[in-house]
């Protein structure tokens, strides 16, 4: 717990004893007892807290804090829902766009493997923005694939030699034809065999990355076909 000095940089000479009380009892001797209940978690209670009492500009604070103290945006968009239910649905209305503020830094990407160049290249066949870049080496085709939150490819096949995806970041989709869609993690590794009809993409809420490897044949290359639209794409997961 770093040392807080918002009550003296804020209302030093406003309200020194107030700003006393602020950096130096409650943050000095309240807030910093992590053996009895951690950083983190004293973050969430005081978002929980401040969110039920719409203390808003307090809350954004914290909801800043709290993410130097660990809680990802995944978690601060969680604990908003199943706050709504119990403090006010218009309260979580007026949070999530300060949660888009908070983490706002976090929607640059940096994957495993770089995130190359915008995918002029194949971007026709995408719907929202995706990135590229190639890692191609020994005659054998491999693609560092970025996925902007909802982006994710047409449905296509590969013909002749399949592909391989080796999933290194972020939240993802992969769908078969006829099939229910697989969720896809980091270390998740698929195997897409020729003449299948599929597509592959981001979560809703996350980028996604993997490296595709397009499996070597004298008889390849890529079927592109009908987009995944909203209405298929938004009943996922
Ligand atoms: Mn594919």
Redesign the pocket.
């Known amino acids: 717990m770093k040392k807080q000095t918002a009550g003296r940089d804020k209302l030093g000479k406003l309200a020194p004893q107030f700003a006393h009380l602020n950096d130096d009892v409650l943050f000095g001797e309240v807030w910093s007892r992590e053996e009895q209940l951690s950083a983190r978690d004293r973050s969430m209670i005081t978002i929980a807290a401040l969110f039920s009492a719409g203390q808003y500009p307090q809350l954004k604070s914290h909801l800043q804090m709290g993410k130097e103290h660990g809680v990802t945006k995944r978690e601060a968009v969680e604990l908003v829902t199943h706050l709504a239910f119990y403090c006010g649905w218009p309260k979580a209305w007026s949070t999530f766009p300060l949660i888009e503020e908070v983490y706002a830094d976090e929607d640059v990407q940096r994957p495993l493997f770089g995130l190359g160049e915008p995918n002029t290249a194949f971007g026709k066949y995408f719907t929202g923005q995706s990135y590229l870049k190639p890692l191609n080496m020994a005659g054998v085709g491999v693609f560092n694939v970025s996925f902007e939150p909802r982006c994710r490819?047409n449905w296509?096949?590969?013909h002749g030699g399949g592909?391989i995806?080796l999933c290194t970041d972020g939240n993802g989709w992969?769908q078969q034809w006829g099939e229910e869609a697989r969720a896809l993690r980091p270390g998740d590794v698929v195997y897409?065999a020729p003449e299948i009809k599929?597509?592959?993409g981001a979560a809703k809420d996350g980028w996604f990355t993997h490296i595709?490897i397009e499996i070597p044949s004298e008889h390849g290359g890529?079927e592109w076909c009908e987009p995944v639209d909203d209405e298929h794409y938004d009943k996922l997961g």
């Open positions: 490819n296509h096949i590969h592909q995806l992969y897409i599929h597509w592959h595709a890529n």
